[in-house]
C-alpha cells in the first residue's frame, strides 16, 4: 500500500494526499478492504454503496483484484443513477458498477436502482424501504466539479433533507462534467434528471471512503475543505462526519 506524502486533519474528516491518482486508488482500495474485512469479523452481513464515475476507476480496479474479501457477505448498493437512459445504455451507473465491480467480485446481494421514466417515485420508494433494512457500513463515494455528493448538486442539496431517496434537476455543471469524464459526447445527450439517495442518507453510513483525483475537481476540493460548509459546496458537509476518510492526489490537491 502506497504512503501518503501528507495528512491533515480538517474538522472531523481525515485528509491523504498522493502523489498520483494511481497511488490514491491503491490505497484508498486497500483501507477500505480493512474495513470491511474488520467489520466481517463482528457481522454476518456488511451493506456498501458504491459511487460510479471515472474518478473511482483507480480504486475499484485495486478492490477487485484484493483476494480475501468475502464479498458473499457483502450487500451492495449504488447512490444515484439518470432517469430517462436504455436500460443497457454504458453511461448508466448500475452498468458501469456492473462491468467494473460486482459482475467480478459478485457480492451476496446487488441492490439496483432502476427508475422507470413514467413513475421515478416508485423507485425512489423501493429503494428507500431496501435501505431502511439495515445499517449502512461503508459507503464509498467521490465529489463533482460542482462539490456534489451523488447527485446532490448546489441547488437541491439539502444537509436536513427528510427523504432518503429523491428525483433532482441535474445542473448545467454537473451535465458538463459528464461531457467532461468522456461519458456523453455532447451536454444534450446527458439526461436532465436523475434518482439520488440524499446528503442525510450519505452522512448515515459509518464509513466514508471519499476518492477525489484530477485537476478538473482542483476547486470543488479547495471548497469542500477550506470553505464554509453549505450547500454552495454539498461536500463541505462531509468535514462533520467522524468516520470520513478523503482521498486526493496533487492534481486535485496542489501542495
Given at each position: 500500500m502506497c504512503n501518503p506524502i501528507f495528512t491533515d486533519k480538517i474538522d472531523e474528516l481525515q485528509l491523504f494526499v498522493?502523489?498520483?491518482?494511481?497511488?490514491m486508488g491503491r490505497s484508498a482500495a486497500n483501507q477500505v478492504a480493512d474495513c470491511m474485512k474488520a467489520?466481517?469479523?463482528?457481522?454476518?452481513?456488511?451493506?456498501?454503496?458504491?459511487?460510479?464515475?471515472?474518478?473511482?476507476?483507480?480504486?475499484?480496479?485495486?478492490?477487485?483484484?484484493?483476494?480475501?474479501?468475502?464479498?458473499d457477505r457483502v450487500d451492495a448498493f449504488h447512490m444515484?443513477?439518470?432517469?430517462?437512459?436504455?436500460?443497457?445504455?454504458?453511461q448508466?451507473?448500475?452498468?458501469?458498477?456492473?462491468?467494473?465491480?460486482?459482475?467480478?467480485?459478485?457480492?451476496?446481494?446487488?441492490?439496483?436502482?432502476?427508475?422507470?421514466?413514467?413513475?421515478p417515485k416508485v423507485e425512489c420508494e423501493r429503494y428507500t424501504?431496501?435501505?431502511?433494512?439495515?445499517?449502512?457500513?461503508?459507503?464509498?463515494?467521490?465529489?463533482?466539479?460542482?462539490?456534489?455528493?451523488?447527485?446532490?448538486?448546489?441547488?437541491?442539496?439539502?444537509?436536513?433533507?427528510?427523504?432518503?431517496?429523491?428525483?433532482?434537476?441535474?445542473?448545467?455543471m454537473c451535465r458538463q462534467q459528464q461531457v467532461n469524464d468522456g461519458c456523453?459526447?455532447?451536454?444534450?445527450?446527458?439526461?436532465?434528471?436523475?434518482v439520488t439517495l440524499t446528503i442525510p442518507t450519505m452522512l448515515s453510513g459509518d464509513n466514508l471512503f471519499c476518492m477525489v483525483p484530477g485537476i478538473n475537481k482542483r476547486e470543488a476540493v479547495k471548497n469542500a475543505l477550506r470553505g464554509h460548509i453549505?450547500?454552495?459546496?454539498?461536500?463541505?458537509?462531509?468535514?462533520?462526519?467522524?468516520k470520513c476518510k478523503f482521498y486526493v492526489d496533487t492534481n486535485s490537491f496542489p501542495l
Open positions: 498522493y502523489t498520483t491518482r494511481d497511488d467489520l466481517l469479523e463482528k457481522k454476518d452481513i456488511i451493506r456498501m454503496v458504491f459511487a460510479a464515475a471515472p474518478s473511482q476507476s483507480e480504486f475499484l480496479s485495486t478492490l477487485t483484484r484484493i483476494k480475501d474479501i468475502p464479498w444515484d443513477e439518470y432517469i430517462g437512459l436504455e436500460n443497457n445504455a454504458s448508466r451507473f448500475s452498468n458501469f458498477l456492473k462491468v467494473n465491480l460486482f459482475d467480478i467480485v459478485k457480492p451476496r446481494k446487488v441492490n439496483l436502482l432502476t427508475p422507470n421514466i413514467k413513475e424501504q431496501l435501505l431502511e433494512e439495515g445499517t449502512i457500513d461503508i459507503i464509498c463515494l467521490g465529489i463533482g466539479e460542482n462539490g456534489h455528493i451523488a447527485f446532490n448538486d448546489p441547488p437541491v442539496a439539502d444537509f436536513k433533507d427528510p427523504q432518503k431517496v429523491k428525483i433532482v434537476e441535474l445542473d448545467q456523453f459526447k455532447t451536454i444534450d445527450d446527458v439526461p436532465t434528471h436523475a453549505t450547500t454552495d459546496c454539498p461536500a463541505s458537509i462531509l468535514r462533520t462526519h467522524k
